[in-house]
């Protein structure tokens, strides 16, 4: 079965820093891979995907993934954090042609 | 832009209620989910459905029901909400030929 971890609950990255959120994923065949973010008391909302090409994936607000079939990952990261990133990550794989199977989320705070 | 609709964001039930969670898109997409969200659990699918009429079980069906009589609309239904219940249900939507999943805001269930 398809599954991605992300191993940490929080990161914590002064304004200003980069910032990395880590992925890792298992799926058997080639990955489709997403990060989604959710603001408080709100939905997801998409940032990007990999699906093929590429291995540097740009999206929305900034951020980048790097996919990396040698670590099986896909880290989110970010050249300079801003407070208003604070929020919390997800990372998904797609699971068949019609689910997605999420990580368990990291909470970003970046502090002023 | 999708837009996906859940018409109530906060609930208050009382156990061995039936409840009903509504979900709107306005995009004509095929595919429809309801996840549930937990903290430290990330996201779960419930259900989803690729068709009007349509349903398949996902991860956790248990205790619920869905029902979609229209290509836009997506029911979730507790037939007798218990405080295990209490969440964060959030529906989405996505095109079938295509790979991104769009949310709702989310609806937070609470069961006294």
């Known amino acids: 079965a398809q599954s991605v971890a992300q191993p940490e609950d929080q990161v914590n990255v002064a304004e200003g820093n980069p910032l990395t959120v880590k992925c890792t994923y298992s799926?058997?065949?080639?990955?489709?891979l997403f990060w989604y973010v959710q603001y408080p008391n709100r939905g997801l909302q998409f940032l990007l995907k990999?699906?093929?090409?590429?291995?540097l994936v740009k999206g929305s607000y900034g951020f980048e993934a790097e996919f990396n079939k040698s670590q099986t990952s896909f880290h989110l990261k970010k050249p300079s954090a801003l407070v208003s990133d604070s929020a919390l990550y997800f990372c998904a794989v797609r699971d068949g042609p019609d689910k997605l199977i999420f990580g368990t989320g990291t909470r970003l705070q970046v502090f002023p | 832009d999708v837009k996906v609709t859940q018409s109530s964001r906060y609930l208050v039930k009382r156990t061995g209620e039936k409840v009903f969670l509504e979900c709107v898109q306005d995009?004509?997409?095929?595919?429809m989910f309801w996840y549930r969200q937990d903290p430290g659990l990330g996201l779960r699918l419930i259900y989803f459905s690729y068709d009007v009429k349509m349903k398949e079980k996902g991860d956790i069906p248990e205790g619920y029901s869905v029902s979609r009589e229209k290509k836009e609309r997506f029911s979730l239904i507790l037939e007798s909400a218990s405080t295990n219940q209490t969440s964060m249900y959030l529906c989405?939507?996505?095109?079938?030929?295509?790979?991104?999943?769009?949310f709702g805001e989310g609806s937070w269930l609470t069961v006294v």
């Open positions: 989405a939507s996505r095109i079938r030929s295509g790979n991104t999943i769009y």
């Open positions: 990999y699906i093929t090409g590429d291995n």
């Open positions: 995009m004509d997409h095929e595919n």
């Open positions: 799926v058997s065949g080639n990955p489709y």
